[in-house]
Structures are given as C-alpha cells and as structure tokens.
C-alpha cells in the first residue's frame, strides 16, 4: 500500500512570510506525528494528532500549528517564519500506539 | 529538546565487517525503534522493540531492548556498501502518546 505522502518536497520562503506543508498518512492510520529535523538540533517532535485532536505537543513557540482532517490527512502552518525555521520537517503515520512510518519530507528554506 | 545518547557518532569500516551501535536514556521507554535515513529522504524504519529483553532480527540487523527499558543496540553483519546512512534509535513513552524521542544518529561509512 502507498506510504506516507509530504507535499511539497521543497520549499522556499522568506522571513516573515508564512507556509503550510501537508502529509497524507497510510491508509488506515489515524495518528499523524509532525517533527523538525535540522544538523544542530537533529529530530525533534512538533506535535502528534490523532483523530483530528492534538494528542501532544513539543517544546516548539505558538508559531507551529498544524490541524487534521476527519481523512486523517494533517497539516502544520508555521507563521512570521524566521531564518531557524528551516529545516527538514517530517511527518510519521500510525495505526495506534506502534511502529511509525516516516514520508519523505518538506525541505523548507527561508531566506 | 531531550535527546538520546547515541553511539558512534560515525564509523569508517570495510566492507564484509560487523557493526554495533548503541543508546542510551536516563527515562524509561515502552518502545525502542530503530531507523535508517538516507540524504533528502525521510527515516526508514528498521527494527522495533516492545519489552524488555526483546532481540529481534531483521536480516542482517539485529536489535536488542535493554532489561532496564533504558538502553537498545543495534548490529549490522556483514555490512555492504547500501548500508551506508544514518540511524537513529527512537524511544516511546506511551504516556506521551506517539512523540518518539531520539538518538544524535550515527553516521555509517562502508569502504568497499
């Protein structure tokens, strides 16, 4: 069956400016778990959703958002984005409380 | 944010060697899962762990979950050139939902 789907791939943005990155979970995954990964900081967990509820949150400013749809497909919205901001944002899908499948990633650029 | 300490950072072997990698936390995990990420590509999962003790094999890979819940290792055997890439361990804590905290990677290089 597919695997998780990120769109776009690449993006680029300039500071100040806001962006909307989507993930398509595996069919018949309801939990979808957004995370940034940069070199400095490696991974770190955004937030989780889960039947279109935010079930946790990361250690990230209120300029992170993200939503999810009753497809379970999600969204993450980063606002005013400054130049930290880039990085290689992921999103893993899962049926519950096991393995989580990783999708390709949105490289985000802000210049 | 939290990491876990993984080790190597990076190893340069031949072709044909074993390999082992290892991590560890100061918390206590539900889950270990072990992944794989190739440049430009999102993390590929490998191995995962459930209880205590648990080694699994996946082929040539082969994944052990720490008796104490805080530690997990890896090996490769036989490495081959498409081993080349970086593996992260992940821990879950289910009282944290599906949030997956992870290791520092460690950056394999395998000269043919």
């Known amino acids: 069956k597919a695997g998780v789907t990120q769109t776009p791939r690449y993006l680029i943005k300039t500071r100040g400016q806001q962006v909307t990155l989507s993930c398509s979970p595996i069919?018949?995954?309801?939990?979808v778990s957004w995370y940034q990964q940069t070199p400095g900081q490696g991974l770190q967990f955004l937030f989780e959703?889960?039947?279109?509820?935010?079930?946790n949150k990361g250690n990230f400013p209120g300029r992170f958002s993200g939503r999810q749809f009753s497809n379970s497909r999600s969204e993450m919205n980063v606002s005013t984005l400054e130049l930290g901001d880039s990085a290689l944002y992921l999103c893993?899908?899962?049926?519950?409380?096991?393995?989580?499948?990783f999708g390709p990633g949105t490289r985000l650029t802000v210049l | 944010g939290q990491q876990l300490n993984q080790s190597p950072q990076s190893m340069f072997i031949q072709e044909g060697e074993d390999v082992s990698m290892n991590c560890t936390s100061s918390s206590i995990f539900n889950t270990w899962l072990w992944y794989k990420q190739d440049p430009g590509e999102g993390p590929v999962l490998l191995i995962a762990?459930?209880?205590?003790?648990e080694l699994t094999s996946n082929g040539r890979l082969t994944a052990q979950f720490g008796i104490t819940r805080k530690d997990s290792f890896l090996n490769i055997s036989a490495s081959i050139p498409s081993d080349v890439g970086i593996y992260f361990c992940?821990?879950?804590?289910?009282?944290?939902?599906?949030?997956?905290?992870f290791g520092g990677g460690t950056r394999l290089m395998v000269k043919p």
């Open positions: 069919s018949g995954h309801r939990s």
């Open positions: 762990l459930y209880k205590a003790g």
């Open positions: 893993a899908s899962s049926r519950g409380l096991n393995e989580q499948f």
């Open positions: 959703y889960f039947s279109e509820t935010q079930r």
């Open positions: 992940a821990g879950q804590d289910y009282n944290a939902g599906n949030m997956l905290t």
